[in-house]
């Protein structure tokens, strides 16, 4: 990155250098070439002045001549030669001044014709004044035009002096790039000339540009290595602290810089490793937590029976570990989905399956997630008030399908649950209905393991626990109890002459007369076959005659339907009280068992109490000296 950096800034700074040192260079070669175009114009003029000049002056030295008298003539020449107006004077007789270079001379009036002329002339009738082309003729032209004059190759200078003697100032330049023109004969002007003058800029010009742009590149270097080292250092530390980071210490940080990008990029990284670390100590603390409340609710799930309590443990783990702030578990009953624990949501809650939100996935046994603003639906009276929701059934049994909802409501620090939360709360609604399952389960074993499976009623081992429980309770608190032994009258005819099936009819329906006859509070037991027996607490021999009455008028009074059968049956009883007939409940049992027994002796469809000396008959259909105990049954 430190290459690409210094590559890009020598890019960037040096390519306008260069391309204006390269505009510099065009721009004065450019200036240079125009001002000698300009010099060049201005020498081609000036010379072409000068020499006309000179012949307007040799034609005017002629005329002057030509004008004088004839013997003055010679003389006049010699003053003008000797003036230095002219370098010689020709007479039509032949005769010349001093000085005067030998014909032919050039012309001033008409182009130069061929050969070579050391002079030019101006003519009259009868003189022609010359002036000679020599060195310092050259020099006088050069230094009057600013340019390096020359003849033409072939034409000799007078004396054969060099002319380049004349150009003085201007030969320093000769070893230079030079604009030549050619100056060709014409009136006025009949020598073949060449001018030249200097096109190239100054030596000094030059260097001084390439001295700047040498200058230029190394402050460049040195600003693109400053720069590069300044700008990835800093990255270079970030980066190993990010490769901290990655290799899991987050406590890894890097020096704060400045104001810049950079210093915004380092305290970023710094406040990100921070949250970062603060983050994972907060999983850490939710896994924690979490496994706390799952270990909970396995022990609950394996060691408790309690319904409620493993509902409300259900409630708890599935809230902390979606972070709702508060949620609900309802049942199916009657119709209605009725609370049965809940958490921040004040109870009794009351639904209808099928309405709002809770009773809408009961019904339909479809989960539900989102918002009530946006995804509705519209809350019924009674349902808990929420912005966010996930609610999801579980079942109690597959026939009954869903027969329960758990729902948890406005999850905090986020604004909405997600599809992680739904996966999470239908694992513990799966769990729920285990665990309802397997309480309901565990609550119809116990029912059955004191309950008499074909009639309903308590069999004979809850009859000894709860003659044990109701004796030492009335022995307590010094109240009676009434025992009563009840057996069918010929019950085993019923069996051989229309069934088992009609015989088990006819016992469940005497067992429904049974429970219609007695007092909420009395408890009534089948001890096995057709042999019934009831506890009436606080009650004494009337009581319990009363009641023995009563259950001999029901049971014969109506006949028992079995499908189109009609079974009329009657019932003996044995009535025995604590503590007046056994101070103990075997004792009372065994009292009301010979007392049953004397009713089946006096004729049966009557009731017998039993007496201190023995067994006395009191009332009934029918009455009957006591007769020895006889087999169940008859």
């Not at 010349?96 to 002079?119: F, K, L, Q, R």
């Not at 030969?171 to 190239?200: H, I, M, W, Y």
Request: charged content about 20%; hydrophobic content about 45%.
């Amino acid at each position: 990155m430190r290459t690409r950096l210094t590559t890009a800034f020598l890019a960037t700074v040096l390519g306008p250098v260069v391309l204006g040192a390269l505009f510099i260079g065009v721009t004065v070669n450019t200036v240079n070439a125009n001002r000698a175009a300009e010099r060049m114009d201005h020498a081609a003029s000036a010379v072409r002045t000068s020499i006309s000049a000179l012949c307007a002056q040799l034609s005017t030295v002629a005329e002057a001549i030509t004008a004088a008298p004839p013997e003055r003539r010679l003389s006049l020449s010699a003053q003008y030669a000797e003036r230095g107006l002219v370098s010689g004077v020709q007479l039509q007789n032949g005769v010349t001044t001093i000085g005067a270079p030998p014909p032919p001379w050039a012309d001033c009036a008409a182009p130069v014709s061929e050969g070579e002329h050391e002079a030019i002339a101006a003519h009259t009738e009868v003189v022609s004044a010359a002036f000679t082309v020599d060195a310092e003729l050259l020099r006088r032209l050069s230094d009057a035009s600013g340019a390096r004059v020359k003849l033409v190759p072939g034409v000799r200078p007078q004396s054969g002096v060099d002319n380049r003697v004349g150009l003085g100032r201007l030969s320093l330049l000769k070893q230079r790039t030079d604009l030549t023109r050619r100056l060709e004969p014409v009136a006025g002007q009949p020598l073949p000339l060449e001018l030249s003058v200097p096109t190239a800029p100054p030596r000094g010009m030059l260097a001084l540009l390439i001295l700047v742009v040498l200058a230029c590149a190394v402050s460049a270097v040195v600003a693109a290595w400053w720069l590069a080292r300044t700008t990835t250092n800093p990255l270079v530390g970030l980066a190993a602290a990010a490769d901290r980071v990655a290799a899991g210490d987050l406590e890894a940080r890097v020096p704060a810089g400045g104001k810049d990008e950079i210093g915004r990029l380092a305290n970023a990284f710094n406040h990100m490793t921070r949250e970062l670390s603060a983050y994972v100590n907060a999983l850490t603390a939710s896994r924690d937590q979490l496994r706390g409340h799952l270990g909970v609710l396995g022990d609950t799930l394996s060691s408790t029976h309690d319904l409620d309590r493993i509902l409300q443990v259900i409630l708890q783990t599935a809230r902390h570990a979606t972070g709702a702030s508060s949620g609900v578990v309802l049942l199916s009953t009657d119709g209605m989905l009725v609370g049965q624990c809940s958490e921040g949501i004040a109870l009794p809650v009351r639904v209808p399956i099928g309405s709002g939100l809770v009773g809408s996935v009961a019904a339909t046994g479809v989960p539900r997630i989102g918002r009530v603003d946006r995804d509705g639906p519209r809350l019924v009276e009674g349902e808990p008030a929420c912005n966010t929701y996930v609610v999801v059934p579980f079942c109690l049994s597959e026939s009954l399908g869903a027969q329960g909802v758990l729902a948890l409501y406005d999850r905090l620090g986020r604004d909405e649950f997600d599809d992680s939360d739904l996966d999470t709360l239908r694992t513990f609604a799966g769990q729920a209905s285990v665990a309802v399952d397997n309480v309901r389960i565990h609550e119809e074993a116990q029912r059955l393991s004191v309950t008499d499976p074909l009639t309903g009623l308590f069999n004979y081992r809850s009859l000894r626990d709860c003659m044990r429980r109701e004796t030492d309770r009335a022995g307590r608190f010094g109240r009676r109890l009434a025992v009563l032994a009840l057996d069918l009258d010929h019950f085993k005819d019923i069996n051989d002459r229309y069934g088992h099936a009609a015989g088990d009819a006819v016992l469940a329906e005497f067992a429904q007369r049974i429970r219609y006859e007695i007092r909420e509070v009395d408890v009534a037991f089948r001890q096995g076959g057709e042999e019934f027996a009831l506890l009436l607490p606080e009650t004494d021999e009337v009581g319990g005659m009363v009641v023995a009455e009563r259950l001999c008028e029901a049971i014969r009074r109506t006949s028992i339907h079995v499908g189109e059968l009609r079974i009329s049956v009657t019932v003996s009883i044995g009535i025995a009280v604590f503590p007046d007939h056994g101070t103990t409940g075997p004792a009372v049992l065994q009292a009301a068992d010979e007392a049953l027994y004397a009713a089946k002796t006096a004729g049966r469809d009557t009731f017998r109490v039993a007496g201190d000396s023995g067994l006395v008959g009191i009332g009934g259909a029918s009455g009957g000296p006591q007769a020895p105990r006889q087999a169940s049954g008859r």
